[in-house]
């Protein structure tokens, strides 16, 4: 422990210079680990009025991620208050997005990082949920957001051309994490809209929403309802089995109904009926 303070006593007041240091960066990194919650709360105090800078640095970024993922969320606050007023520009950043991400996932609670999912992430879900890198911070609210966070941002989703996003290179991505990680209630809405608004047959063969499909069909099937929107979604599929088997995304659609039909859905045919 007298090392340990020893070092963290060296790198005061250098903390901002090391954190954009290709090697620096790391020993800020590990700073932050081993030294007391306090210590390291006040070599991050450094960063501040650099958050913005450090969350579109190669090195820079790696810092504040660990901060947020090791200081209790009262110590890391300012980090969401200095993104706050570029934050459509960080979420949509190839680094600033893993901030972003460290920050729902350890600082949802917290009041500005709160404020920050809600106005910029929620109400913007489906338009993020499209782009190469804010389409994770998406995905990261319906994983680990907080129970609002994660409902909120799943009826946005709904509310939207859901089947588009299934479509979308990087919405399909957020539509998997929906069939993986969301309520039973919103992965049924889930399946009726992807059911109704969309042919599932075009949808199994597409490049990127076969994968959607699949995530969906392979959902865990929590009641009733679920079973019957699966049911009704594996009869559209059988139907079309002969061209879905020759497509190369299609047959990998057809096996997971399959195995859905086989191990799932009659554990709730007795219920459904």
Not at 77 to 82: D, L
Not at 227 to 239: F, G, M, R, V, Y
Request: hydrophobic share 50%; net charge negative; proline share 3%.
């Amino acid at each position: 422990e007298v090392a340990q303070a020893a070092a963290a006593e060296r790198l005061r007041g250098t903390i901002k210079r090391w954190s954009f240091h290709p090697s620096g960066c790391r020993i800020v990194q590990a700073a932050f680990e081993l030294c007391t919650a306090d210590v390291a709360a006040a070599l991050a105090s450094e960063l501040r009025g650099s958050v913005q800078r450090a969350s579109e640095s190669k090195h820079a970024n790696f810092v504040l991620a660990k901060a947020v993922e090791v200081l209790p969320a009262e110590h890391v606050a300012f980090i969401a208050e200095e993104l706050s007023s570029p934050i459509s520009a960080v979420i949509r950043h190839k680094y600033g997005c893993r901030i972003m991400c460290r920050l729902i996932e350890h600082a949802g609670a917290n009041a500005a990082t709160a404020r920050l999912i809600e106005h910029e992430v929620v109400r913007k879900a489906a338009e993020l949920s499209q782009h190469e890198f804010a389409h994770y911070v998406v995905a990261c609210v319906l994983e680990h957001g907080m129970p609002e966070q994660r409902r909120s941002t799943a009826r946005v989703l709904l509310s939207e051309r859901f089947a588009g996003l299934a479509r979308n290179r990087h919405g399909r991505f957020v539509v998997e994490t929906m069939f993986t990680h969301c309520s039973s209630e919103e992965r049924s809405a889930a399946l009726e809209v992807l059911r109704q608004s969309a042919d599932p047959v075009d949808l199994a063969m597409h490049a990127h929403a076969h994968a959607a499909l699949g995530a969906a069909l392979r959902t865990n099937v929590d009641g009733p309802d679920m079973a019957a929107e699966l049911a009704a979604l594996a009869s559209k599929l059988a139907d079309a089995a002969p061209v879905l088997a020759e497509n190369p995304f299609g047959h990998r659609v057809l096996e997971a109904a399959e195995e859905m039909c086989a191990a799932q859905v009659p554990r709730f045919a007795a219920v459904a009926a």
